[in-house]
């Protein structure tokens, strides 16, 4: 069992950044891929990155490239995700999520679905 819990969303303005942090406890997040979905209001919950457990591997969606970067330190046993040039589109409740298994066929596990457990996310408000 993991648990996770994420950090550091609030409120900003546009074009400034955020650094979410995804803390686990319990087993040790080294041993699984960790990703990030964000649910804005009315929306499903939409894949924005994931990493491979040691970090060497990463997959972004196409509309987050250049603006978003996830990394891990096995060591805190925390993954990241750093936001810049945060637009008001990127409002939403940002989650992290783990699965053994990441990567298949050169491609990440996007779906919410796939993934085995979650934290209780962090708002990230963007204002105009």
């Known amino acids: 069992q993991v648990q996770l819990v994420e950090s550091g969303g609030g409120l900003v303005q546009a074009g400034g950044s955020l650094r979410l942090s995804c803390a686990a406890s319990?087993?040790?997040?080294?041993?699984?891929?960790t990703g990030w979905f964000r649910q804005a209001p009315g929306k499903e919950r939409e894949f924005v990155a994931a990493i491979s457990w040691s970090g060497d591997r990463t997959y972004y969606r196409d509309f987050v490239k250049g603006r978003f970067i996830i990394s891990r330190d096995n060591r805190k046993n925390t993954v990241y995700l750093q936001i810049d040039s945060l637009k008001p589109d990127d409002t939403a409740v940002y989650y992290c999520?783990?699965?053994?298994?990441?990567?298949?066929?050169?491609?990440?596990?996007?779906?919410?679905?796939?993934?085995?457990?979650w934290g209780q996310g962090t708002q990230v408000t963007v204002s105009s």
């Open positions: 999520a783990t699965r053994r298994v990441l990567f298949y066929s050169g491609s990440a596990y996007d779906t919410a679905g796939e993934y085995d457990y």
């Open positions: 319990g087993r040790t997040l080294s041993m699984y891929g």
